[in-house]
């Protein structure tokens, strides 16, 4: 097991509706809500239901079933958020931090889905 999952994590008290979240869509494997300090006109979280701690873990980890669902999450929010650069000034970020250098605060799966407006440049460079 390469990972441990922090069963008290925020966005497992989510999932278990031990606090609340501003819901923007639900399937079978995830669940999308706006987060609580958004850094964008328009961002969302999607996460899956099961216990993952990253991306990469989910990715090795997970059931096809539950990638499926979760990456056309991200398609299905996108396109309910009306970001999808199909208009010439739509357009959105994803970002899905992982561990202590990836500066990942909530240790479950999420990827940010930031939009609204230009979202500026991919990341500083530490070169
Ligand atoms: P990370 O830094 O782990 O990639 O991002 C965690 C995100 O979760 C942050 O953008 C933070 O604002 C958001 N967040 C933390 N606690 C809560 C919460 O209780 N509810 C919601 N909706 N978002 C949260």
């Known amino acids: 097991m390469p990972y441990s999952y922090d069963e008290q994590n925020i966005f497992a008290k989510i999932l278990r509706g031990e606090i609340p979240c501003n819901k923007v869509a639900e399937s ?3 669940l999308a809500f706006h987060d609580i300090a958004p850094q964008a006109p328009q961002h969302v979280l ?4 099961g216990a993952y701690v990253t991306y990469d873990d989910f990715a090795l980890n997970a ?5 499926i ?13 009306g970001v999808c650069p ?5 357009g959105y ?7 202590p250098d990836g500066m990942q605060e909530v ?3 999420h990827v940010h889905i930031l939009a609204g407006a230009n979202i500026g440049p ?3 460079k530490h070169t």
């Open 28 to 30: 079978e494997h995830c």
């Open 46 to 49: 999607v996460i899956p239901k």
């Open 63 to 67: 059931r096809d079933a539950e990638i």
């Open 69 to 81: 669902d979760f990456t056309r999450m991200v398609a299905k929010v996108c396109g309910q958020l």
């Open 86 to 90: 199909t208009e010439a000034q739509a």
């Open 93 to 99: 970020r994803l970002i899905s931090n992982a561990g």
């Open 107 to 109: 240790p479950h799966l």
């Open 122 to 124: 991919l990341t500083v």
